[in-house]
């Protein structure tokens, strides 16, 4: 399987870096990692989605959209 690093994009103390992986079929699965601090207190959150995309931008692009949506919630978990 091959997998896809993206542009990653800045959204105040977090980096949100979206993967693509091609899957068996010929079509694209999307995880999206959100990173938050420095150093040894480097926090990491990997969210995998389980949508199936025609190409790699198309999947960059629904997990970034969801990674935004999750940064935009009023109250996020720990």
Do not use: K, W
């Amino acid at each position: 399987m091959i997998e896809s690093f993206h542009r990653p994009r800045s959204v105040g103390r977090f980096l949100l870096s979206p993967l693509t992986r091609a899957t068996d079929c010929g079509r694209y699965a999307a995880s999206l990692s959100i990173r938050s601090g420095q150093g040894q207190g480097t926090h990491d959150r990997i969210f995998r989605f389980t949508p199936l995309f025609g190409s790699a931008q198309a999947a960059a692009r629904y997990a970034l959209n969801q990674g935004m949506d999750y940064l935009a919630q009023p109250c996020l978990p720990a």
